[in-house]
């Protein structure tokens, strides 16, 4: 399956030995990457790697500091390639765009749901 069009794409490309935090900042505002209304925050959030990006080896890590984590409005979670995966080639030239789906459920009564996909563009540095 295709990422989506308005996938947010990550501005930093990762190499595949790279083991780094990722930021999403679930903004109120009127862009397309808002996720919160006015007076509302996240009440909890679930991150799924997409077929496609876990068949490339694409990791949400936990354990040892590094389990996602809400924090205000600020999702944080450390990505990596599995190690038997990191020396594909399909990650030479260009490299691939994998995609997590971030999926929020907002303290409202009732709760709203919105989910996005985040596209990371993994490619030998």
Do not use: C, H
């Not at 979670?77 to 995609?99: D, H, K, P, V, Y």
Request: aromatic share 6%; hydrophobic share 40%; net charge negative.
């Amino acid at each position: 399956m295709a990422l989506p069009p308005n996938a947010y794409l990550s501005p930093q490309p990762l190499d595949p030995k790279d083991i780094l935090d990722q930021k999403v900042n679930l903004r109120q505002d009127d862009s397309d990457q808002t996720f919160l209304q006015p007076n509302e925050s996240a009440a909890s959030f679930t991150l799924v790697a997409t077929a496609e990006a876990t068949a490339a080896g694409l990791q949400i890590m936990t354990g040892g500091q590094r389990d996602p984590a809400l924090s205000g409005n600020m999702v944080r979670f450390w990505l990596q390639i599995a190690s038997g995966m990191q020396e594909n080639a399909a990650f030479n030239g260009a490299g691939l765009t994998l995609g997590i789906e971030l999926t929020i459920t907002t303290n409202s009564t009732p709760s709203r749901t919105k989910q996005r996909t985040l596209a990371f563009q993994v490619a030998q540095q």
